[in-house]
């Protein structure tokens, strides 16, 4: 009895042993590098979103850059805030909440794009650096910053995506 069940076990173990062989296993069964997928070498895509959803376009530039001499900034303090106010004209906007949430630019002149700091009809702009926007006089923050930091900023919401304008001040 003992003889017999020492000899199912020999031969239990010379059955495990020989069909798993020291051969690696063969390339498509097992690898530890994640396999080449359609979008890349990595198995991970990025997406870009805004409030939930996918931004359509992620072509689209979201960061603008625009730069200003300091004859240009100059002029600009100094018609501040006349001529932009004839320029551009903004309404506050609110979330369903009655939150304040920008302002909306409802009308602009034939003004160039840097006499208008970038804004387009129909921009949301909610922040002037880290100042929350409630009306365009606010926006005299992007002037004092670019004359004490050599830059500023913008936040906007324009055609339902995020953006934001950059602005330096170039040197002499």
């Known amino acids: ?13 010379s ?6 062989g020291m051969n690696p296993p063969a390339p498509d069964q097992h690898t530890s590098q994640p396999k080449e997928s359609k979008i890349g ?3 991970y895509k990025v997406s870009v979103r805004t409030d939930g959803g996918d931004i359509k ?10 730069y200003y001499k300091p004859a240009e900034l100059d002029a600009l303090k100094h018609d501040w ?7 551009l004209k903004g309404t506050p ?5 009655g939150k304040l949430m920008g302002v909306r630019i409802v009308a602009t002149s034939g003004a160039s794009s840097k006499e208008m700091l970038g804004f387009k ?9 880290t100042t929350h926007i409630g009306s365009l006089d606010q926006l ?20 339902g995506q995020p953006h934001k304008i950059l602005y330096y001040l170039e040197k002499h």
């Open 140 to 159: 005299d923050t992007v002037l004092s910053d670019l004359s004490a930091k050599r830059q500023a900023s913008i936040t906007l919401v324009r055609n």
């Open 1 to 13: 009895m003992k003889s017999t069940f020492a000899t199912l076990c020999l031969a239990a173990c």
């Open 57 to 66: 376009n992620f072509e689209t530039a979201l960061v603008h850059r625009m």
């Open 121 to 129: 009809l129909g921009d949301l702009i909610t922040a002037a650096g």
């Open 41 to 43: 070498k990595s198995n």
């Open 15 to 20: 059955v495990v042993f020989c069909s798993c």
């Open 93 to 97: 906007e609110f979330d369903t909440l």
């Open 81 to 87: 805030p006349d001529s932009f106010s004839k320029q």
